[in-house]
């Protein structure tokens, strides 16, 4: 067996060994000091949701409209909620003052940009992944923050708020004058109306989700039970402590298994087809280097003399 033949055959089996190695990576379900179990890493609509609902806060980025930053990013620290403990609504609420440097800014201009990481549940830290590992989820959601003005509404993000921050009842009053404990600071209960919805929660590079997806806190469509009131085990979204997973199937190729194969068995084709070609040249010259070897000069002559054409 020559070199050539030696290393295409190396090659094919490394290949053969990775997609059978790829095909059964798994992924272990993510603890965290919030007592919930993480949903399987590839429905990333339902682990965008979980890792909104088990955070509490991230940080803001307006465009400054103040001073020598105006035009620039800024970011802040802002408390959010999505909804009370078990209760995922999906809409990100905030109470935030009028004083307050990134609303100064949404005046302006409402875009932002809001990131939360999974290092605030712990689990990051368990495992020693660094909050820029990509298996530390981390969500960016870009949109534009809107004030809410429905007294419904109002109250749909009092309890939202003030059940993950209870230090935050005394910011806030209904009296319209806005007499609220701390002074006339004027807090209000704002939105993220959501466009984009980025994350990255594991190798291979980060996902959008669609709003749809979001909506219905899964990447699963034709799923009704998944509304956005509350995220649903049953439904396949979330696991609930007492039934964990001892760890979870990673599909990296997307369930396109038949795509994968064929277009492995084109490239190995391709490969071996000009490998062949490459060798058999070689072997062709070398045979015709031996031949002409064998021949006599007027043989020689006939092969490298052209043909004498007299014109008359």
């Not at 490459?278 to 043989?299: A, C, I, P, Y």
Request: hydrophobic fraction near 35%.
């Amino acid at each position: 067996m020559n070199t050539t033949r030696l290393l295409f055959l190396l090659l094919l089996s490394s290949f053969l060994s990775l997609l059978v190695a790829a095909s059964n990576i798994t992924s272990t379900p993510h603890h965290g000091n919030t007592g919930i179990i993480s949903p399987s890493y590839s429905d990333k609509a339902a682990t965008a949701r979980w890792l909104v609902h088990n955070t509490n806060w991230g940080t803001m980025s307006t465009i400054s409209s103040r001073g020598q930053t105006n035009g620039k990013p800024f970011s802040n620290i802002a408390s959010f909620s999505d909804g009370s403990p078990g209760q995922s609504t999906g809409k990100l609420y905030f109470l935030r003052s009028a004083l307050d440097a990134s609303m100064i800014d949404i005046q302006h201009n409402d875009a932002v940009s809001f990131a939360v990481s999974e290092v605030q549940t712990g689990y990051c830290q368990g495992q020693n992944f660094d909050a820029e590992d990509p298996r530390c989820a981390r969500l960016s959601l870009s949109g534009r923050l809107k004030v809410v003005t429905s007294q419904d509404e109002i109250e749909i993000a009092k309890n939202a708020i003030f059940a993950k921050h209870p230090g935050m009842k005394g910011w806030y009053s209904d009296d319209k004058k806005g007499d609220d404990a701390m002074g006339d600071h004027d807090f209000k209960f704002w939105t993220l109306e959501l466009e984009e919805i980025w994350l990255v929660d594991f190798f291979g590079g980060p996902a959008l989700i669609s709003l749809d997806a979001w909506n219905r806190g899964t990447d699963k469509e034709g799923v009704t039970a998944i509304l956005p009131e509350s995220i649903s085990s049953d439904a396949g979204s979330s696991v609930q402590v007492g039934s964990e997973p001892s760890s979870y199937q990673v599909n990296i190729f997307g369930g396109n298994y038949w795509l994968v194969m064929a277009v492995a068995f084109i490239g190995i084709f391709t490969f071996g087809f000009v490998l062949g070609r490459s060798s058999g040249r070689h072997s062709f010259s070398t045979g015709s280097f031996e031949k002409l070897n064998k021949t006599n000069d007027l043989e020689l002559e006939e092969i490298y003399e052209p043909s004498r054409i007299t014109l008359t």
